[in-house]
């Protein structure tokens, strides 16, 4: 009984350890957001009257917000395709049982300086390069996807069943041997899925990427804004918002059926 109790106040001291912990990093994250009251509770009337510019939407633009997206849609379809074909070979360098500790620092490195550069900065490097428009759109958003997908791809690549690998070593397979019939046989469905879900996250990241002359229904939508246009603002963000539903609706469907395979 005795070693039951003092497991038991040890488990509680471990919690009250990790809670007191927990209120002392949100307290110092709660203090140096600096929040004012008062001002959020004035800012409310501005708040209201913004809103009510947005309402209705101007309809008369639904031909201009149809093209855009298509154009949005297809940045993020070829972004999404060139960051996922480009991340294999990270993903599978960057893997722990796959890849020596010096190739793995390295490939690492690779995605964590992608992931530190915001894809807005990506836009304007790529905009400066190709000019404004849809290639510029394109090609940040597929650097911005290996950050993410060669961190996932390399995540679904470590948690592999290592009887399997370990087997193809025994028998002598090459390490391309060994990813092409102990790896990818394994991590497609679940690769596949987190593919599709990036693609339906590029497609909300394009719109943020107008901001700079990249293309899609952001560029509309920021220039909409900028001339005070707020209701027809409106109408891109509604059209994007049904497109983004019905994408988040169709890719969960198939991420189902992968899952299943």
Same mark, same amino acid.
């Given at each position: 009984m005795k070693f039951f109790a003092s497991r038991?106040?040890?488990a509680w001291s471990k919690r009250l350890l990790i809670l007191g912990g927990l209120i002392l990093v949100y307290g110092w /994250? @709660?203090?140096g957001l600096k929040l004012d009251l008062e001002m959020l509770n004035q800012s409310v009337p501005y708040t209201i009257d913004f809103i009510s510019r947005l309402l209705p939407p101007d309809w008369s633009v639904i !031909?201009?917000?149809?093209?855009a997206l298509v154009e949005t849609i297809q940045m993020s379809l070829w972004g999404t395709t060139i960051g996922a074909l480009l991340s294999i070979p990270i993903a599978l360098l960057s893997a722990h049982n796959l890849t020596p500790s010096w190739v793995r620092w390295i490939a690492n490195l690779v995605q964590n300086a992608v992931r530190s550069v915001p894809s807005i900065v990506l836009g304007l490097f790529f905009v400066s390069a190709t000019g404004l428009g849809a290639p510029a759109?394109? @090609? /940040?958003?597929? $650097?911005?996807? $290996?950050?993410? @997908?060669?961190?996932?791809?390399?995540?679904a690549i470590e948690s592999v !069943?290592?009887?399997? $690998?370990?087997s193809l070593r025994v028998s002598g397979a090459s390490w391309l041997q060994i990813a092409q019939y102990g790896i990818f046989p394994q991590v497609l469905p679940l690769g596949l899925g987190y593919t599709l879900y990036m693609f339906e996250y590029n497609i909300r990241s394009a719109s943020v990427l107008g901001v700079v002359g990249a293309g899609g229904i952001g560029f509309e939508l920021v220039n909409y804004i900028r001339g005070f246009e707020y209701n027809k603002a409106t109408t891109m963000m509604l059209v994007l918002l049904v497109v983004v539903i019905m994408i !988040?609706?169709?890719s969960n469907q198939l991420r189902r059926r992968l899952e299943t395979l």
């Open positions: 038991f106040k040890s /994250a @709660l203090r !031909d201009v917000a149809v093209n759109g394109t @090609l /940040a958003l597929g $650097i911005y996807t $290996i950050g993410y @997908l060669a961190k996932l791809y390399q995540e !069943d290592p009887s399997s $690998i370990e !988040d609706g169709v």
